[in-house]
Structures are given as structure tokens and as C-alpha cells.
């Protein structure tokens, strides 16, 4: 059997090629996709991988994109609902495995990146953690140079950005930790640009679905029943082999379950209470001592956040908030007064007078929020849920975007596995990955002797460590560094705990106790 591929310059090339029958058995190529937008992506369906001829296709396409042998064919149409963050990482992931992919999305998106209805915390700051960077990166090949040439800024997490947290700031030191700031709804466009250069993506705009279709027959979604507002209005039904809800935290998926006789998932909460007070300023480089931003944790004696970060168009973008009802106020001189509140004056000192570019918009978040999928014992097939309709952190942390982007890599590789379980396979992948986040934010908030919840003695230990870890890396180059890649979620938080790393905490804030400040300790 000869395999044939040809690749198109800039556009999509199908090469669909039928195998002979060989030793008596017959091997089939129905479809080999190559999407130079995705930095060769093949999608490869088969009839019997155990020919010599797929081998030598497999040889082949694997020498291109290094992943072929993850790929499976699940199924001819898919469903995604919301086509926010969420959404569009889900689809990614589903684009690989099914022939259609339709996001359904109830606004109107718009063409230039800006705030919109269904994505409120759009007007406020998003990070994108280091690891939700990397992650883009597989997903979309080449996405960080493409966002850094429309505007996006690229700094060093370590050496660029002001932290500041129990009472004293990290070093800043050169590092590989990539950071990249941008508004959020200039993130979303650039990720949803790059998703429609998939051929078998579809987006529907200004559809709302209204529930799912279910099977009784086969026990299993069938498809969504949606209302629409685009073209011609009404509620059609529309059948797919796998439904995903990206709908976010308000999804309700819960009483989808029940209405159909499934039980919901266990719903744990966290309560914060935080209030956020956003304002857009424009950006002089020589601002904020020339860092690209500045992160003012929650901590003893007031637990009041502030972020600054810089933003595409020379821009800063400015968030202050507190837990539990102490809320900056929304007028001028009250938002000002709660910036001069800080423990450091870095923020105050440039909002006090740089132009404003926006009003102050208030956003409200009330509870760290994780719905238990993976505990269920029934779940319907052909249906998955995804993202903030999973788990919502308190956003303080910045963590939502980067874990959808690591159970977008998560369902892929479910996916690459067929369907067969598809839904505990998933949900049990994805509580994994949210596990560490969840305990950084839930760990993090239950500091706040206001915050209700079980504090176990691990939880406080491992809390006064951090403390301890964190004073010492003020002079500690490898401290810094390690902390900062964990809170990045590029590494494990129980490494900070490693003899090695408690040897360098005890012996630094000896030193420190002994001389206040002391040099800075380089590896
Ligand atoms: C104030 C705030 C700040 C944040 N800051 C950060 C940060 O710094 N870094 C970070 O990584 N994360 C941050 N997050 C979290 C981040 O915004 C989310 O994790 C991310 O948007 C992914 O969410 P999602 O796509 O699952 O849900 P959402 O963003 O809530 O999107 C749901 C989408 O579904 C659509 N939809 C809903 N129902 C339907 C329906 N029935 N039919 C059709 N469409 C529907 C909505 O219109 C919307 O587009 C923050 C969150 C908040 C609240």
C-alpha cells in the first residue's frame, strides 16, 4: 500500500486513501487531516492498525507532528457549550477526536477583544499562570508570538513582577518562568481566532441551549435543544454523538441530572465574600519602578489584595479587593483611600496619577466553588462537563484559565483512548489536576481567620511553612524561583518541602534574624 499526503500552503489538505487488502486484511484510511494552523495536527481514522501499510503511514505523519500515535476517531458530531475560555479549550480537545465540532455560544461575540454579557469577569484582571501559558502553546503552536505581536506583553514572572505577601516581597531574579499579561477578552479572541482555523469547527453565536436531549433507549445525551436568536428564531434540537458543558460556574448541569433521574454531584464551597473594584490606566513604562506588575496577597493585619498588571494598548489594569464585606468603596476618593491601605504604596503611588481609561467596575465573587463529578457512580454517556462547571477558585489566584487549559490537554488524551467511560475517565482525570490548585486557593483563603472551613494540622503546618519559606526567599534567588513555579502550577507544592528546600528556609531566616538584610543568595 503507497501513502500519498500532500500538504497545502496555509490551508487545509484532505488526503483520503484506502488500503489494499494485505495478508488478508484490510486496512482503511478513511480521513488523514493536516491543519497547518495547528502546527500539524493529523487525525487519523482507521479499520485495523495491525497492516504494514498504516505502519508506514504511522512512521510518516508521526515524524510531522510526534503525536500521532494519540489520536482516535470517537465520533462524528460534537457539542460544546459556551464559547468562553472553557468552551474553547474543550472544543480544542474534542476537534482531534470527532469529524464536526459545534460551539454553541448565547451572546453575540465580538470581532475586537472586548468585555461581553456571558463573561462578566471579563472587565477584570485575568493572569495567565505559567503553566496556562505552556499549555496554550501545545494547544496553539506559535500563540504566544502571535498574541505578543498584537499587543500582548511579555515579562518574566520572577524578575518583572512585585510579590508580596507576609509581610516582605520575593527577590527578583532572571528565570524561565514566562509570563504574558493581556486583557482578558484580547486572551479569549486570540484563542477563539485560532480555534475557527480548525476546519471542522463551528460556532454558533447568539444560541442558547436550553437542556440536553437525552436517550432513554440508549440511556445517553443525545444532543441539545436549543432557542435561537440568530437568523431564524425558535427552539431546533440538534443530535451529537458528545455534548461538553463549558457553560461555567452557573451550569446547570445538576438539574439537567436530576430532571433525567441522576443523581447530582456533592457541591463543596468555600465562602470569601470578595469584592473587587477594577479601573484601566494608561501605562508609562518608567511606572511601578519599571516592573510589568505587582501582586499585594492577602495577608495579616488587613488581608486586602491589590494587582496591577500591564496590558496590551499601554495600558495598566488595576484590581483592589478584600474578603468578606470589606470591599473597596466605588467612589473616587474611597478607592484611592483602600489602594493607600496597602501594606506598600507601589500601587497608590500610580494609580494617584495616571490617566484613567475606564470607570470603576465592581465585580462580586462569593465562594470557591467544586462540583464532585468523579464521585458519581452513574453519569449519562455522551455528556461531559468542563471547566468553571467543574470547579470555580476565587479568582485572587488566577488559576481558572490555566486549569482549563490543562483538562483541555487532559480530555485529549482521554479522548485518545475512545469513549468507552469516557465520563469517569474525565472527570477523575480532571479532579486530579484540580486537586493542587484547589488546595493552593482553599489552603490559601482558609489563612483568613474569617474564612469558615476545616483546618486540619497538615493544612496549618504546611500554611506557617509558606510564611516561613516566604521571609526566607526575600534573599533567596532558588527560593523565589521554586515558590514562584509552584504557584505557577508548574511544580508540585509538596517539592517546597523537600529537606533540601526546608534547609535553605531555616538557614535563611537565621541569617536573616541575625543581619535583616542580609545579601542575596544565588545557587
Ligand atoms: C473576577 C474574576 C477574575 C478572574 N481572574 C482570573 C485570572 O486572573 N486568571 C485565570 O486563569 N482565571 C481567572 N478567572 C476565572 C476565569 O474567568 C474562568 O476560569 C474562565 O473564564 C473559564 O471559565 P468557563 O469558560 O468555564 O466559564 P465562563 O467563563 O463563565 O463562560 C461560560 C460561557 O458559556 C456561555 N453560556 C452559558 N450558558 C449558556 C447556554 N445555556 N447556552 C449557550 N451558552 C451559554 C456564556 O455566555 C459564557 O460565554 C477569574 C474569574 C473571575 C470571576
Known amino acids: 500500500m503507497k501513502a500519498k499526503v500532500q500538504l497545502a500552503e496555509g490551508g487545509k489538505q484532505v488526503v483520503s486513501q484506502s488500503g489494499p487488502h494485505m495478508n488478508g486484511m484490510t486496512s482503511v484510511i478513511t480521513s488523514l487531516q493536516i491543519h497547518p494552523g495547528c502546527s500539524m495536527l493529523v487525525s487519523l481514522r482507521l479499520v485495523n492498525p495491525e497492516t504494514l501499510g498504516l505502519r508506514a503511514h504511522y512512521a510518516f505523519a508521526t515524524s510531522l507532528s510526534g503525536r500521532l500515535g494519540a489520536m482516535a476517531h470517537c465520533g462524528g458530531q460534537a457539542i460544546v457549550i459556551g464559547a468562553s ?53 501545545q494547544l496553539f503552536p506559535g500563540l504566544t508570538e502571535e498574541l505578543v505581536a498584537e499587543g500582548a506583553v511579555r515579562g518574566d514572572s520572577v524578575e518583572d513582577v512585585i510579590w508580596f505577601n507576609h509581610g516582605c516581597c520575593l527577590c527578583n531574579t532572571p528565570s524561565a518562568l514566562v509570563g504574558l499579561t493581556m486583557s482578558r477578552p484580547f486572551l479569549e479572541n486570540g484563542v477563539r481566532r485560532r480555534l475557527l482555523r480548525l476546519p471542522n469547527i463551528c460556532l ?131 478607592f484611592l483611600e483602600f489602594a493607600r491601605s496597602l501594606q506598600k504604596p507601589d500601587i497608590f503611588q500610580v494609580i494617584r496619577e495616571a490617566e484613567k481609561l475606564s470607570p470603576l467596575m465592581p465585580y462580586r465573587f462569593g465562594t470557591n466553588l467544586r462540583r464532585h463529578y468523579a464521585e458519581l457512580s452513574r453519569f449519562p454517556q455522551g455528556f461531559l462537563v468542563y471547566g468553571d462547571a467543574l470547579c470555580s477558585f476565587n479568582p485572587v489566584y488566577g488559576q481558572g484559565m490555566t486549569v482549563a487549559i490543562m483538562e483541555s490537554l487532559a480530555l485529549r488524551q482521554c479522548l485518545a483512548a475512545g469513549t468507552d467511560d469516557i465520563a469517569r475517565r474525565f472527570f477523575r482525570a480532571a479532579d486530579r ?28 503546618f504546611f500554611n506557617w511553612y509558606i510564611a516561613q519559606l516566604f521571609r526566607a526567599a526575600q534573599t533567596d534567588v532558588v527560593l523565589t524561583t521554586r515558590f514562584l513555579e509552584t504557584l505557577n502550577l508548574i511544580r508540585q507544592p509538596a517539592a517546597l518541602l523537600a529537606p533540601r528546600m526546608a534547609l535553605r528556609v531555616w538557614s535563611g531566616n537565621r541569617r536573616r534574624a541575625r543581619d535583616p538584610r542580609p545579601p542575596v543568595i544565588r545557587p
Open 85 to 137: 475560555m472553557g468552551g474553547l479549550l474543550a472544543a480544542r480537545a474534542v476537534a482531534e477526536h470527532y469529524d464536526r465540532v459545534t460551539v454553541i455560544e448565547r451572546d453575540e461575540l465580538p470581532e475586537a477583544p472586548e468585555p461581553r454579557k456571558g463573561v462578566p469577569q471579563g472587565r477584570h484582571l485575568h493572569a495567565l499562570l505559567a503553566r496556562g501559558r505552556e499549555g496554550l502553546e
Open 204 to 334: 454558533r453565536q447568539r444560541s442558547e441551549v436550553e437542556e440536553p436531549v437525552f436517550d432513554h433507549d440508549q440511556g445517553r445525551v443525545a444532543g441539545v435543544r436549543v432557542w435561537s436568536r440568530a437568523g431564524a428564531d425558535g427552539v431546533e434540537a440538534l443530535t451529537a454523538d458528545l455534548v461538553v458543558d463549558a457553560t461555567g460556574r452557573g451550569s446547570r448541569c445538576a438539574a439537567w441530572l436530576n430532571a433525567l433521574g441522576y443523581a447530582a454531584p456533592r457541591v463543596e464551597k468555600i465562602e470569601v465574600g470578595i469584592g473587587y473594584m477594577t479601573r484601566l490606566y494608561r501605562r508609562r513604562p518608567e511606572q511601578l519602578n519599571g516592573m510589568l506588575g505587582a501582586l499585594f496577597a492577602a495577608c495579616r493585619p488587613d488581608w486586602r489584595v491589590g494587582v496591577i498588571a500591564a496590558q496590551e494598548g499601554e495600558r495598566w489594569i488595576v484590581s483592589l479587593g478584600g474578603y468578606l464585606g470589606d470591599h473597596p468603596p466605588a467612589d473616587e476618593e474611597g
Open 433 to 460: 489536576l484540580i486537586d493542587i490548585p484547589w488546595q493552593i486557593a482553599v489552603g490559601s483563603d482558609l489563612q483568613h481567620p474569617g474564612v469558615q472551613g476545616n483546618r486540619p494540622a497538615r493544612l496549618r
